[in-house]
């Protein structure tokens, strides 16, 4: 995305002096505002960037499974430069085009061309007040989750009675459904309280945040809340005897059942998979980048001539996970290690030995 950002950058910075060279004074705007872009783009990896540590706790329970990460109680969200160089970019782009509709003959093109000028136009002031605020924008910590570009405070985990992802079209975001939502509704600036009717109307929470622009992004974000729920759960088991889990979906639908002999997947299609612990050769897993949309964590039993492919969310997969700690030379930091990525990789935590 830098590369990218830097080749964009100097072509347009380029074309900005060679319309300064012909006469055209509205090449000293292009040059000035994509050299920036390069200047950006160029000294990115020296701006101060937030610390991330990666050394993770974990806790195992008869129920539950989770990994807590120690020395970073609160999930930090910061304006994300190079994904606003991009949105940047998209503006003079969408300005560019609604401009040249305004040129062509009719009223209807022109009227929209101009409505759009005027529309995108507004990311040239929004985007670069957005570009120098260093502070992070979204903050989840154990008092609970301030998006501080609602300028409500902080929502409390007491207040919150759900978390879920919401979409319109291909914009995703994480809805945050209260107790009490007139409580934080009436704390919205006037121009923002429209925006919570318009989401309420459209089915969802009065209160969303979006992450468009900020990283860490939404999937992180989402992992860290899956992650601190789980933790929670496992901690304090008393609190949440009369709150049980919603099942995870599609997840749940696979069924693992155990026995002395084997264990056996069945699958939401009726498929069943099955692998016999005396033919057992090696233990994975795997993780995807599809969360948090779509299962990204599998459990992965390779046999002589078969396996199966498990999700983490399964139903019985806590037993799963109990009877493969068993096996002799079980790598749990190799599982801990599966349980914080993000990206396609395979985890090594078992292999039968000659």
């Known amino acids: 995305m830098r590369l990218f950002t830097l080749l964009v950058s100097a072509l347009f910075a380029a074309v900005g002096i060679w319309m300064i060279i012909d006469g055209d004074s509205t090449g000293w705007f292009v040059a000035g505002f994509f050299g920036l872009c390069l200047l950006v783009a160029v000294f990115e ?24 990460h120690p020395k970073r109680p609160r999930m930090e969200c910061y304006t994300s430069k190079v994904k606003l160089l991009g949105l940047l ?55 609970g989750i301030e998006d501080r570009r609602l300028k409500i405070g ?9 978390l879920s992802i919401g979409s319109v079209h291909s914009a995703k975001f994480l809805c945050v459904e209260v107790a009490d939502p007139e409580r934080y509704s009436s704390r919205l600036p006037r121009w923002s309280r429209w925006l919570a009717a318009l989401n309420e109307a ?11 622009g900020l990283s860490p992004g939404l999937n992180e974000a989402w992992a860290y ?49 099955r692998v016999g612990w005396a033919d057992l050769q090696k233990v994975e897993v795997v993780t995807t980048g599809d969360g948090p949309f779509a299962p990204d964590v599998f459990w992965v039993l390779h046999g002589t001539d078969g ?27 190799a599982f801990i290690e599966a349980m914080s990525s993000t990206s396609d990789r395979r985890f090594l935590c078992w292999k039968r030995t000659a």
């Open 45 to 68: 990896p020296w701006f101060p960037k937030p610390h991330v540590a990666c050394e993770y706790r974990l806790v195992i329970t008869e129920d539950d499974v989770a990994c807590e």
């Open 89 to 143: 970019g998209l503006t003079c782009a969408m300005v560019s085009v609604s401009y040249f509709c305004t040129t062509l003959p009719g009223l209807t093109p022109r009227v929209v061309g101009w409505m759009g000028v005027g529309f995108f136009g507004l990311g040239f002031i929004a985007l670069p007040v957005m570009f120098f605020r260093a502070a992070p924008q979204v903050v989840i910590n154990d008092e």
């Open 154 to 162: 902080v929502i409390r985990w007491e207040d919150i009675r759900s």
């Open 202 to 212: 459209l089915g969802f929470p009065a209160l969303t945040i979006g992450f468009s």
């Open 225 to 273: 809340l899956q992650a601190r729920d789980s933790m929670n759960r496992a901690l304090h088991p008393e609190r949440y005897a009369s709150e049980p889990r919603a099942p995870l979906e599609p997840e749940s639908r696979f069924v693992v059942r155990l026995s002395d002999s084997e264990v056996v997947c069945e699958r939401p299609d009726g498929k069943v998979e």
């Open 307 to 333: 396996g199966c492919a498990v999700p983490q969310g399964a139903t019985g997969d806590s037993q799963l996970l109990e009877r493969l700690q068993t096996l002799p030379g079980f790598d749990n930091h």
